[in-house]
């Protein structure tokens, strides 16, 4: 990571409170610096944060939900006491009727057996889970380059060895995938391969989507390198009814027949409330027992109620609605942040960027020289002088990636109205400006000591 994490390091070497190897792993998160730099810089527009629209929140679908959960005073107990592990039967089946919604099946997915459906707390307790189970130190997991940076935090505490894959506007490249399977293979490292992770629809950071054609090349290249020791493919769909242009694609979890491979994560933290805090995973029946024991001993049964909340929106058709009411006001804001980015981005020299067809961001391109971190130049111009915030692309890149890029920024349109979004936008482009009319650090070291 950048230099400005230091601190962290130095703040755990003097304290005398003996970590763990876990606790030691965790400490440099993205996450919470890019937090710790948001709250360091409130006055700024923030083009950072991957929050939701405050104004798309259903207020008033959750008061009414838990006005008729807690009407009756009998009923009403049962769901303030705790559930069960991996969430009571009858959710189960409303969450799976769901799936086959939007897996576009008419027969409410009844051939999958509950027992391999989980509610979890948001897909990230999920993605924990998952990798509490699979993985030892040295263990291997690839992903694509870039991806979800939270989610590279959760790996390297785990000690994790990661593996970038080369991505482009389709996603995971099969053949990419395939070779660097093939290079772990030749160095005798192949049985240390546990998990391939995928953000098939509007990655987070960049907006992409694995495109139909390379879904079902991607499951077969993971289950042909599934030699002495299964590989499993992780795919999260948290932004998957996000989408503004274009048809549904199949999930690639539902291009595998014997749902051996593959693991489904989904949440409804950005299509209804990431305050509710539900989501749900689908896994193999091998991986059943040790991800429900792993979520016995955090917390036996994620919140009863806001399960309850949830599957009633959804048997009303309230869900429904409200995810296509969400998708019509995001849409909206996209449009205006592209649209700005081309106004004030088009005459800028090296500068690209990629509209996604759903999600909620936008992911930018800078020359090769201009450093996007935390402590180069631009973000310094950007946020104590422009007031604005972005995400640096390099924290969605292993760390220890010696080709990691560093010119990349990932801008979200999710919690901004459409006049902070333009205003972020014009504020940005003139802190790139400012860096691209700048001398390089060459000139200025030359001309400082003449």
Known sequence: MDSGFQHFDQAISGDQTRLSDHARRSANQAIGFLMQQAVENADCISLAAGLVDEESLPVKIVREAVAELLSDAVSGRKLLQYGITPGPEPLRRVFRTNLARLEQRNDELRDLPLSQLVLTTGSQQLLSLVTQALFNPGDICLVAAPTYFVYIDVLQAAGAEIVPVTADADGMRPDSLAAALEQIQSEGKLDRVRLVYVVSDFDNPSGVSVSAERRPELLQIVQKYSLDRRIFLLEDCAYRELRYDGNAIPSIWSLDKTHETVILAQTFSKSFSPGIRVGMGVLPQCLVKAVT?????????????????????IRTGEYADHVRSVCESYRRKRDAMVAMVEREFSGLPGVSWFKPQGGMYVWMRLPDHIATGFTGPLFQRATQVDKVMYVPGELSYPADWV????????????????????????????AVRWVLDAPPPSVLQAESGR
Request: glycine letters at 10%; aromatic letters at 4%.
């Open 293 to 313: 024991d792993l979520k016995g001993n955090e917390d036996f049964g994620s919140a009863h109620l806001n399960q309850h909340i949830v599957a009633r929106a």
């Open 403 to 430: 080709d990691r890029p560093h010119c990349e920024m990932r801008l979200s349109f999710g919690v901004q109205n459409i006049v902070g979004i333009e205003a972020g936008i014009r504020r940005l482009a003139s």
